[in-house]
Nanobody, 128 residues
Framework: QLQLVESGGGLVQPGGSLRLSCAAS????????IGWFRQVPGKEREGVSC????????NYADSVKGRFTITRDNAKNTIYLQLDSLKPEDTAVYYC?????????????????????WGQGTQVTVSS
């Protein structure tokens, strides 16, 4: 059974850090582009970051560049999103997603329509 499971969310003060994990089962993450997205109730889903096969390419939304870092751990079949210098406006449910229709891509995009398999999300709250 194909599954993506996010974890690592929580409550953190402004300026703090979190590391989100996206663990896969039933398929090999490194074969596909993986994206991270976030959504606040009542607002559009926002693309945050993505990583291509073997980390050849990464992309970030302007709002998180220099603060968030996406990485792969192929041995654990897991993608990480390191969130540093967090701001209250980073508060959202964070989702990871896989583009299972295109294997071994050399590039990736933070356009949500590209991705066809999604995890259940993890809540990140930045508040003092």
């Amino acid at each position: 059974q194909l599954q993506l499971v996010e974890s690592g969310g929580g409550l953190v003060q402004p300026g703090g850090s979190l590391r989100l994990s996206c663990a896969a089962s039933g398929f090999t993450l490194d074969f596909y582009a993986i994206g991270w997205f976030r959504q606040v109730p009542g607002k559009e889903r926002e693309g945050v970051s993505c990583i291509s096969t073997s980390g050849t390419s990464t992309n970030y939304a302007d709002s998180v560049k220099g603060r968030f870092t996406i990485t792969r751990d192929n041995a654990k079949n897991t993608i990480y999103l390191q969130l540093d210098s967090l701001k209250p406006e980073d508060t959202a449910v964070y989702y990871c997603a896989a583009d299972l229709r295109d294997s071994f891509p050399l590039d990736c995009t933070v356009v949500s329509e590209t991705y066809d398999y999604w995890g259940q999300g993890t809540q990140v709250t930045v508040s003092s």
